[in-house]
């Protein structure tokens, strides 16, 4: 249907604008400072982190246990993100 390098260049700009857009148009507060909640949540956090967990330290807390699953998956996505990185940018056959 399309050569291979048509496919491979349209499918990296989709992605590429698509990335540009999640940033530019989904830009948020990121550090939550906007947001009356995350000042009792991060307080929360602080003075329950060595209780809760055991863990002295209190990023080692949220990032080791309450976080746990979801630094998990985001290893597991980074790691599949590299190997579709390295199964689409495979060069196979003749070079045009």
């Known amino acids: 249907m399309f050569p291979k390098n048509t496919l491979r260049i349209a499918v990296g700009l989709f992605l590429l604008f698509f990335v540009v857009f999640v940033i530019f148009y989904g830009q948020q507060d990121w550090f939550g400072t906007g947001y009356p909640a995350s000042a009792s949540i991060r307080e929360y956090y602080l003075t329950h982190a060595l209780a809760g967990t055991g863990a002295e330290n209190a990023v080692t807390a949220v990032y080791l246990d309450y976080r746990l699953f979801a630094?998990?998956?985001?290893?597991?996505?980074l790691f599949c993100s590299v190997i579709a990185v390295f199964y689409f940018s495979r060069h196979q056959g003749d070079h045009e």
């Open 71 to 77: 630094t998990l998956f985001e290893t597991m996505l």
